[in-house]
């Protein structure tokens, strides 16, 4: 199973030799395995690769997420299909009730809103505050119609950052490791989901018709904390949002946590997880472990 995401930051030209992903830096290659690879982020606009590498990467099920200038994610290339009964999954997705799918939204928010308590336990040590986060995850009535999700967001953010902060606020620095953290989250999780046949528009509770990650938003709910938890202890003294905020931001991925009673790689619990909720869809099994933050374990790491 690929375990590696890479990060590039440099002007490099990038190409494939022998199912290795090489890299040339300065005048310096480094090669990097494709197995190994399960995601590229290129951050880099001058940066060189040639229609041979994209082939190989969508064969191999490998994702590409390019950054523009602003280094801010806004393009993913993936493998169009590669999944050989891609239509018998969305037949089951397209199959499930209504009900079975608000069951499932309350179960995604209740741990959602779990996660957030014990990120928020984490970063502060405030035991109340922690408490009155936490409330919010029992009082969920099937697909969260009374959205205690948001409310619990509310409180999370405001215990946080203060009752002045807003998500939607551009000028507000952790905003911007939130945003870039979430994007680079989201690739990765629409990469997997395309993996295991899943039609990422067919969404849990996101229905938007011009969205085409509606199931990933979904997904990702209980997965956010841990983009919260290093975008925070990594920015809360900062002024700007630099190249080491990102690196950072993108090596969660890489970055382990204790899931189904193993450690395992960040992205390896990522394929594990959705291909739990495939296998939920396909009535191949009878629930899904969700992530538990606790488990998680921030690391240094370095990219290219």
Excluded at 158 to 169: E, V
Excluded at 178 to 191: C, N, P, T
Aim: charged content about 25%.
């Amino acid at each position: 199973m690929a375990f590696r995401v890479v990060l590039i930051e440099n002007e490099v030209t990038i190409k494939v030799k022998l199912n290795n992903l090489i890299v040339t830096k300065e005048g310096e290659d480094i090669w990097i395995p494709l197995d190994d690879i399960s995601m590229i982020v290129l951050d880099n606009l001058s940066s060189m690769f040639s229609a041979r590498l994209l082939c190989q990467l969508s064969e191999q099920g490998i994702g590409l997420m390019i950054c523009n200038q602003k280094h801010l994610p806004t393009g993913y290339y993936s493998s169009y299909d590669n999944h050989s009964r891609a239509s018998k999954v969305i037949g089951y997705q397209i199959e499930k009730s209504k009900e079975y799918y608000e069951q499932l939204w309350k179960d995604i928010v209740t741990v959602k809103i779990q996660n957030q308590s014990k990120a928020y336990l984490r970063l502060t040590s405030d035991q109340e505050g922690t408490r009155a986060i936490k409330e919010f995850s029992s009082e969920i009535i099937n697909g969260d119609q009374s959205n205690r999700e948001a409310h619990a967001a509310k409180v999370y953010f405001n215990l946080l950052m203060g009752t002045s902060f807003s998500r939607g606020n551009e000028d507000i620095l952790l905003n911007s490791g939130l945003d870039y953290g979430y994007a680079v989250l989201r690739r990765y999780i629409a990469r997997v989901c395309v993996g295991y046949g899943l039609n990422t528009q067919i969404g849990i509770h996101h229905k938007n018709e011009y969205n085409r990650f509606n199931l990933v938003d979904d997904l990702m709910e209980p997965l956010r904390p841990m983009i919260d938890i290093v975008a925070y202890e990594s920015m809360k003294n900062e002024e700007y949002f630099t190249a080491e905020h990102r690196r950072q931001l993108v090596n969660i991925l890489n970055m382990k946590i204790l899931y189904r009673n193993k450690k395992m790689f960040v992205c390896n619990m990522i394929e594990n997880y959705v291909e739990q909720f495939a296998s939920l869809i396909m009535e191949r099994c009878e629930n899904i472990v969700f992530p538990d933050i606790d488990g998680f374990i921030v690391e240094e790491l370095d990219g290219l």
